[in-house]
């Protein structure tokens, strides 16, 4: 955008401030649905493109396959080990917490009136 770094992160920080007091944590959400589309729509457009470009599938592939950059053996099976114990470990903790306080709807119990 040609702007200064720190004008940049000033604007950028009194947006956000403003829009989440105003809208709350509904706004901070729908940010991210947001944030979240356009980032999967941007990887699904390079990839359609670029696959389009190189010549197909099967020659990204074979192109990545002879550069040394399809290891599932070395990378990619390690990194999926790693990700299921963070996964898992964070879906067992949500289960806990769930379990935990079940029965502690602050509504029922009277403690707030909406």
Not at 9 to 16: A, E, M, P, W
Not at 42 to 56: D, N, P, Q, S, T
């Amino acid at each position: 955008t040609g702007l200064d770094i720190w004008a940049s992160l000033l604007s950028t920080g009194v947006i956000c401030t403003f829009y989440t007091t105003i809208g709350g944590m509904k706004a901070v959400i729908w940010t991210d649905v947001f944030q979240v589309f356009v980032m999967l729509s941007g990887f699904i457009a390079i990839v359609i493109r670029g696959v389009l470009l190189v010549g197909g599938p099967a020659r990204v592939l074979d192109i990545a396959t002879n550069g040394s950059r399809v290891n599932f053996l070395e990378a990619l099976l390690v990194n999926q080990v790693g990700l299921l114990c963070i996964v898992s470990s964070a879906v067992a903790c949500g289960l806990v917490m769930f379990a935990l306080y079940r029965d502690c709807d602050p509504l029922l119990a009277g403690h707030i009136s909406a």
